[in-house]
């Protein structure tokens, strides 16, 4: 087992800002277990017990449809380079659509793309490290700019028609609320 914190340290959080992957994890009660990589410009340490991460617009839309049924969610952080360490938060988050209130306030965090779907607050109550010592070497490339050429060629009647089409339920069939919680119609 790992040192455990109440709050992420400066240290903690200067890890995280340096990383250019992480991993959510969510579940319901019943069903899948998601695992989700997610990079590029979309994760901001708000402070010491809360981050928010953007979730743009892709096939599934697991972890909107879990945090709606249970908001325990999990954010893992690898050194892939320098030295070994595996960072977890573990908290309880809340997802905004652009029709809820916070969502300006957060939405200005981010780098502003109609393929911006939800954003996830997660307000910590637990942190993990350890030594990640198995975690192979990796060399950062780039970021991948396939999603942002996709989302530029949809406009944003093309991204609600997609959400329309795939993002409304779980892969188990819980409903995500995008639509709804989202405004439109």
């Not at 402070?47 to 839309?61: E, H, P, Q, R, V």
């Not at 070994?84 to 573990?90: E, N, Q, V």
């Not at 950062?140 to 795939?166: A, C, F, M, N």
Request: net charge negative.
């Amino acid at each position: 087992m790992g040192t455990q914190y109440e709050v992420l340290s400066d240290k903690h959080i200067d890890f995280i800002k340096e990383q250019k992957i992480y991993f959510v994890g969510t579940a319901a009660e019943t069903g899948s277990v998601n695992l989700s990589p997610k990079g590029g410009d979309s994760l901001r340490v708000i402070n010491s017990k809360k981050i928010a991460w953007l979730n743009l617009t892709g096939s599934g839309n697991e972890s909107a449809s879990h945090v709606l049924q249970n908001p325990r969610m999990t954010l893992m952080f690898c050194a892939f380079e320098g030295s070994p360490l595996i960072l977890r938060t573990y908290g309880s988050a809340s997802v905004l659509h652009r029709g809820n209130s916070e969502w300006e306030d957060y939405s200005k965090l981010f780098p502003q793309s109609d393929a911006n779907r939800q954003i996830f607050v997660l307000d910590i109550n637990l942190v993990q490290a350890s030594c990640g010592m198995a975690v192979p070497y990796f060399d950062y490339q780039g970021d991948r700019d396939e999603l942002t050429k996709w989302s530029e060629r949809q406009g944003k009647d093309g991204i609600e028609q997609y959400w329309v089409k795939k993002n409304q339920k779980s892969i188990d069939g819980f409903d995500t609320e995008i639509l709804e919680r989202s405004g439109i119609e």
